[in-house]
């Protein structure tokens, strides 16, 4: 199995609701990641789990809440989002953490939109 | 700080046209050069890893080249299956993330 599951696939959210995104892989990646992609424009590293720790927040803001429950599953919670928010967040995983020539495996994302 | 940028923005070419997209980098310590295909709506998947300069690797239709500076990644005979944006990151010895260029996108008309 070498996937990247992201769920949902689509969303759709109000300012004042809370929702989470979904992410699995049973590839035995120590490393797994958040990211966020606005049309036409490449991934934004949002956060890094590495060993089941939060290794890496770029400074985003406190509306997103990851959670690592374990090896295998990374969360995104939300809340009070933006429609600036709207975006495809892109989950990601790896054999070990980055700066080691290694490569990411993607989900197919989630196409979050706040109205 | 690395710095990748990709060229052209975007590529209009006819099927069987051949042609090139390129990833100008500057990294501090070249740990692996990645090249990665994205469809609309979808996450990036991944084509290649260069390490040195030299290197050459291919797949299908696809091929990708490295120097020192740059990046190359040829496509031969491109049909209309081959539209998509693709996308050039660097990942540096400095145990920094992943740096991304803004990506090409490509479009095989019949």
């Known amino acids: 199995d070498t996937e990247v599951t992201q769920t949902p696939k689509h969303l759709v959210m109000g300012m004042t609701n809370k929702k989470s995104l979904k992410c699995e892989q049973h590839m035995g990646h120590r490393a797994m990641y958040w990211y966020k992609q606005k049309a036409k424009k490449p991934p934004e590293l949002m956060f890094v789990y590495s060993y089941e720790k939060l290794s890496i927040n770029e400074s985003v803001p406190s509306r997103f809440s990851p959670e690592c429950p374990n090896s295998s599953l990374l969360n995104l919670h939300l809340h009070a989002l933006q429609p600036e928010d709207s975006a495809l967040y892109l989950c990601?995983?790896?054999?070990?953490?980055?700066?080691?020539?290694?490569?990411?495996?993607f989900g197919s994302g989630t196409q979050l939109s706040v109205l | 700080e690395d710095q990748v940028t990709q060229s052209p923005e975007a590529l209009r070419l006819q099927e069987g046209e051949s042609s090139s997209l390129n990833c100008s980098y500057t990294?501090?310590?070249?740990?692996?050069l990645f090249w990665y295909r994205q469809d609309p709506g979808k996450g990036p998947e991944f084509l290649f890893t260069l390490y040195s300069a030299g290197e050459e690797k291919e797949k299908e239709r696809l091929k990708a080249t490295l120097t020192k500076k740059e990046s190359f990644l040829h496509i031969t005979a491109p049909k209309p299956e081959d539209s998509a944006t693709y996308l050039c990151a660097v990942d540096n010895n400095a145990g920094n993330m992943l740096t991304f260029g803004g990506g090409t996108r490509l479009m095989v008309k019949p």
């Open positions: 990601a995983s790896s054999q070990t953490p980055q700066g080691r020539g290694e490569k990411l495996f």
């Open positions: 990294v501090s310590g070249l740990r692996g």
